[in-house]
């Protein structure tokens, strides 16, 4: 069993940043990636980034690439994604997942999930 929180989301306006972060617990959960996925109302849960369990790999989605940067601590207990250049369009329900096999693309293969936090982006 993993354990995932998140916290560090909440309002800002349009160019400003966040730095998201995911405390993962339990006793196998440096075997498993991390990857953050966000949920607007109306929509469809979608990719953000991942990162793999040994630090080396990660993975954006394109609308993220050169705004967001996803990294583990050395321990492998935490996950952040620094959200830079925010746009009103990045509001949404944030969410942790963690993953221990398959794509890190699919919100599908991932086995366990976090409670998600709030991110506000005004224009």
């Known amino acids: 069993q993993v354990q995932l929180v998140e916290s560090g989301g909440g309002l800002v306006q349009a160019g400003g940043s966040l730095r998201l972060s995911c405390a993962a617990s339990?006793?196998?959960?440096?075997?498993?990636?991390l990857g953050w996925f966000r949920q607007a109302p109306g929509k469809e849960r979608e990719f953000v980034a991942a990162i793999s369990w040994s630090g080396r790999w990660t993975y954006y989605a394109d609308s993220v690439k050169g705004r967001f940067t996803i990294s583990r601590d050395n321990a492998k207990t935490t996950v952040y994604l620094q959200m830079n250049s925010l746009k009103p369009e990045d509001t949404a329900v944030y969410y942790c997942g963690a993953i221990n096999s398959g794509s890190y693309y699919s919100a599908r293969e991932y086995d366990y999930w976090g409670q998600g936090t709030q991110v506000t982006v005004s224009s």
């Open positions: 339990g006793r196998t959960y440096s075997n498993y990636g």
